[in-house]
């Protein structure tokens, strides 16, 4: 069974830019959560998405945004890059949501901001 | 932020020993899980708990889910050059809160 992929890998954009981050979940998962990954902060929950809706958001301003399709794959979206998105963007994929859920991650996208 | 609070921060070890580490939160999880990072990728799944108390083995691999659900702790048995990484613990109610991870080198 083929694992969560995520494209791309690797993106260069400069401040004031959008940016589009698509995740594929592992078939058959309805759900996938996004995070943020950096040295100072660690791994911070942006939102999670279970069937095309929004189940829960973390602490991040309206510039993060994303969606889900009905094949469960996932675009995260932030628009007016800041210095401090440069980050590795992960999304995790579950069977479903909530409790007693194991989350597998995809290998990330490395998003710098210059 | 995160609000798991994992230790230690870092482990400098010899192939052979074994290694501990844990995390504790303020908050009660209905889940723990395990998480192993390596450069550049995304953290893989090791070992996931989802009941107070349980003990669960994969391998060299031992964790335990804390009677309390505030807790839970990760045991290496003998350790091998491969083990190295960044190990994360990861508390789950609603959504998903990581500890800041616990960096493991093992010297040959």
């Known amino acids: 069974k083929a694992g969560v992929t995520q494209t791309p890998r690797y993106l260069i954009k400069t401040r004031g830019q959008q940016v589009t981050l698509s995740c594929s979940p592992i078939s058959g998962h309805r759900s996938v959560s996004w995070y943020q990954q950096t040295p100072g902060q660690g791994l911070q929950f942006l939102f999670e998405y279970f069937s095309e809706t929004q189940r829960n958001k973390g602490n991040f301003p309206g510039r993060f945004s994303g969606r889900q399709f009905s094949n469960s794959r996932s675009e995260m979206n932030v628009s007016t890059l800041e210095l401090g998105d440069s980050a590795l963007y992960l999304c995790?994929?579950?069977?479903?949501?909530?409790?007693?859920?194991?989350?597998?991650f995809g290998p990330g996208t490395r998003l710098t901001v210059l | 932020g995160q609000q798991l609070n994992q230790s230690p921060q870092s482990m400098f070890i010899q192939e052979g020993e074994d290694v501990s580490m844990n995390c504790t939160s303020s908050s009660i999880f209905n889940t723990w899980l395990w998480y192993k990072q390596d450069p550049g990728e995304g953290p893989v799944l090791l070992i996931a708990l989802y009941k107070a108390g349980e003990l669960t083995s994969n391998g060299r691999l031992t964790a335990q889910f804390g009677i309390t659900r505030k807790d839970s702790f990760l045991n290496i048995s003998a350790s091998i050059p491969s083990d190295v990484g960044i190990y994360f613990c990861a508390g789950q109610l609603n959504d998903m809160r990581f500890g800041a991870g616990t960096r493991l080198t093992v010297k040959p």
């Open positions: 995790a994929s579950s069977r479903t949501s909530g409790r007693d859920n194991e989350q597998f």
